[in-house]
Every structure is written in structure tokens, then in C-alpha cells.
């Protein structure tokens, strides 16, 4: 009997089973990197996830920040929030930022940070989702309500403090001193220039909202190893160039001087004094030699010196502990009542700067806590 067709049959199944075998299982599973690979291992096996699955291992995160001004950042950074605010736009603050970061695990990670990625990437759906983190943030003060610009035929702004910036309504800077330039050792907040700080409005101002002028310190006599008349002050410049050249400005229409004020919970409660310097530009006065201008640690140098001495026009006030509005005419300010003190309507035809100092001259230490806003002329 012949055998052919026997050994062919069983040389077909033969060639069937083979082929069967030779054949990968489709459904076996992917291999999952772990922390115990390798570091190139897992690169490879990533390498293979995202050829396989482009559209699986993308992060969408969208997030909106308010960023907040406040007296502890650094000039740049406030710089940079505060032009992300102009960016953004006036009401609100808000930047909103969308990115998509692609996570790209490397041969050259760590086999747990590729397989801590490679998780993240497992957990993410097929369809990119959308991820929104909660970000707390230190709010800022509460916007004032649109306020009525002070009319011409009352007076003159000089600051209503409200934009939180280191210049007046009128150009000028805003500063803080302290005694340094008389050997003293007295401490002012904000450091400003030219003690090599910057200017910080603090908040909230009257109205419980927007920004205002607030100065805080601890002033020291001789038995504290600083100047026996120790004092601090602030002050805000009547134009632009008051700073720089020492150029003044013509108050001599205006009847006096309103501003709001009051005492803060760290004040002492010995008053202060507003002030309106005498003064003129260094370079061509007689007094520009000695007259304690200059720190003898050389923290700073004004442009303008004193004309009178120091024996300027002010008028001392001791502020409540709520918010008071003063309206104190100029025929009310006087001389401190040494030195020779010039006619205030000598003085209010060129005045550089309007000041706040400190009052008390004979009970040392004492602490400052002293806020100003709303500040202007009146006819």
C-alpha cells in the first residue's frame, strides 16, 4: 500500500503548527518600567509607550494667579508682578496662564524618577485632561470706590495713595530719613532711598481699602548710643525734580494743607510735626560744608541743604487712633522757637518737599507707628 499521502497530511499539520507558534500573542501585556530597571531600560520601554500611544502622555494645566503686591518683595519682583498687572489689564489683576508640558523620561534620570513619570503618564487618559490646581494667594487691599478727583477751584492733590507707588500725585518720590546724618542710630520703615531701599505703600488706607503712607520705626537718644535728639521722618517731593536739582515749587496760592492720619497700635503717642523745609541746592550754598547732610557712614547725600538751620516752619498734631482728617491753614505753622525761622510766605514760593518728623526730643527709646493719606492743598 503506498504511504504518500500519509506522510504529506502530516507534513501540512507540521508546517501549520510552526507557523502557529512562530507567531506573537497579541493580547500579552506591555512591559511596565519599575524602580528597579534600570535607568536605560526604562528609557527604552517609555521610547516604545509613546511611539505606541502618542496622545496618551501629554499634561494640559491651566491655572489663573492674582499676584499681590506687598512690602516684603523685592523691588525686581514687584517690577515684574506689577507688569504682569498692566499686562492683564486695570480691573482685576488677573493672569491667566495655559501650557502644555510634555513628559519626556530620559536614559539619563534615575530608574525611579523615569518610573515615577511613567506613572503619571499610565494614570492619564487617553484623551488629555484638564488639571487645575489650587493656588493660595495673600490677598491685597479692597479697591476704593471711584473717587471724585479733588476740582481745581478747591486745591491741589498731592497724593491720594491709592496706586501704591513710590511717587506722588505730582511726580515726586516719597522717602523716609532718620538721624543717621547727625550720628544716630534711629530705625525707619520703609527704607527708602537714599538709604538704599525703596519706598513701600502699606494698606489698607481710609475707607478700610487702597494704599497708604505708613512709617514705623524706634527712635533712640544718647543712653541708647545714638544722636541726643533722635528722630524719624518721611516726606514726599513737590514735583519731579525736587530730588534730583533741587527744584521747588510755588505753594504760595494755596491756604494750607489737608491730609487724613492716625496712630497706629506700636506708637508711643508723643506727637509729630509737619514740616516745610527751607532749603536750596547744595552746590552753591555756603552751609553745604558740615551742615549734616551727609551719614558719616555715607548711607546717603541730599541735593538740597538747610537755609534756616533746621529752624523750619511746622506745626506739631497727635494723631487719634482712627482715621482724622486735619485741615491746618499755613498761617498756622511756625518756627520751633530756637534758631531764626523764615516767613512761611518766603518759604511757600519755592518749597521742595512737605515732611512728617517725629517730635518728642526727651524721652528715648519710643517706637513710630504713623499713617498718612489724602494728601492736598486748599485755597
Known sequence: MKKTPVIIAVFIIFILVANTCSKKNPSAPAPTPNATQTAAAIG???AQQQTAGASGYTVTATFTLTPTLNATQTAAAILTLVAQQQTAGASGYTVTSTYTPTLTPNATQTAAAIATIVAQQQTIAA?????????TVTPGPPACPTKTPVPSSYGLLIDNCDQGENKNALGGSWYTFNDCSNGGNSQVWPISYPMGGSFKMDYPGIGNCGYAVHMTGTVNGASQGGYQYGYIGLGTDSNANASSQCMGADWSAYTGIQFWTKAGPADSGYGYKVVIPYTADGASNTLAAGAGNTCTDSQYAVSCITLDNYSD????FTPPTTWTQLTIPFSAFAGPGWGTTPAIATVLKDVKSLQWHTYNETSYPY???????EILLYY
Open 44 to 46: 527604552t520601554i517609555v
Open 127 to 135: 484623551r488629555t485632561p484638564t488639571i487645575t490646581p489650587t493656588l
Open 313 to 316: 516752619n511746622q506745626y506739631v
Open 367 to 373: 517706637n513710630v507707628d504713623l499713617w498718612v493719606d
